[in-house]
């Protein structure tokens, strides 16, 4: 799903960004990302495309999900 958004002919749409972070968001934290978070990795995106760089638009999007403290100091409910 995410290599579809790298490919550098193509410009994703909005709705296909917003569906990839929802999509890490789960994989990484668990739950689905809130109405706000959506909206600021979205416009992280938005930032970084600017530059002319789509696909490295897309993985430091999808990067700055898993670099969120939540995600990366993240326990299991019950593990251990």
Do not use: I, K, W
Request: a positive charge.
């Amino acid at each position: 799903e995410f290599a579809r958004l790298m490919d550098p002919a193509t410009t994703p749409s909005r709705a296909q960004l917003e569906a990839a972070v929802q999509t890490q968001h789960r994989l990484a934290l668990g739950r689905p990302a809130a109405a706000e978070e959506v909206a600021r990795f979205v416009r992280l995106y938005e930032e970084c495309a600017a530059g002319g760089d789509r696909p490295a638009a897309v993985r430091t999007m999808l990067q700055a999900v898993l670099l969120r403290a939540a995600a990366m100091y993240r326990s299991e409910n019950g593990a251990g």
